[in-house]
């Protein structure tokens, strides 16, 4: 479904990712893990359309999408959930799911996933009026999992879902990614918090120095000495 084949990313002079490939297949749960700075959500963001690489080339369903832009990438089905959650804070909860689909013009299957939305997270019916400021981060996430799933997304790409909430939210949160991709979407996650990532998915890959050091199944890689030092505190 998506190939990421060695691409490099610069933000200026800086060089940050130095050929860094992937892929990910229909209907996986796929994982990047390491340390701050090796290049996790940039990847994400070149993907996106958000960066462009300057080396390499980026394949989604058989098109290359290296120079494409971030709208032609949203109606080809990349979804990007990005770090930090970035909901519109001064608009409604509606408003801000609303603004997840603005590219569709099926106006009827639009509202019938708004309902979809608001039955997945019942909290977000309750405040469908209220600013999306005022909801606690936990709330926010929900609102940003939403958003991104107004698009119809066939992958989701999820930056660090788990970063700031509190450790009841961050389980739930995961629970939703995990449901998500259950029922049929293909998900990638960049996670700081490496254990979980690693038992929620498929495959992983970890990147250090935006260079990918290490890949393969989720279970084999919590076993794998370096990562059990370097990421899950274990003793190797």
């Known amino acids: 479904m998506l190939e990421v084949d060695n691409i490099e990313c610069r933000y200026g002079k800086i060089n940050v990712l130095h050929g860094v490939s992937l892929n990910v297949g229909q209907g996986e749960f796929v994982t990047l893990i390491g340390a ?46 990005p770090e930090g959650r970035r909901v519109f804070p001064y608009m409604t909860v509606q408003e801000n799911l609303e603004l997840g689909c603005y590219l569709r013009r099926d106006w009827k299957q639009m509202a ?4 979809s939305v608001f039955d997945r997270f019942p909290v977000l019916g309750e405040r469908r009026d209220q600013a999306a400021g005022t909801l606690s981060g936990g709330e926010q996430q929900m609102l940003a999992i939403g958003r991104a799933l107004m698009s119809r997304p066939k992958l989701v790409l999820f930056d660090e879902p788990s970063l700031g909430l509190a450790p009841n939210n961050v389980q739930k949160t995961f629970e939703y990614i995990m449901e998500i991709n259950r029922q049929g979407t293909t998900v990638l996650m960049v996670e700081q918090n490496a254990y979980a990532a690693l038992e929620m998915c ?35």
């Open 112 to 115: 019938r996933d708004l309902d």
């Open 202 to 236: 498929d495959r992983s890959f970890l990147l250090e120095s935006g260079c990918v050091t290490l890949e393969g199944k989720g279970e084999d890689m919590i076993h794998n000495p370096h990562i059990q030092s370097a990421y899950l505190g274990m003793e190797a």
């Open 36 to 81: 701050n700075g090796a290049g996790k959500s940039t990847t994400l963001k070149a993907i996106s359309g958000l960066l462009s690489p300057v080396a390499g080339r980026i394949t989604f369903e058989g098109e290359d999408i290296t120079k494409a832009s971030p709208r032609r990438i949203l109606e080809m089905g990349i979804a990007h959930c």
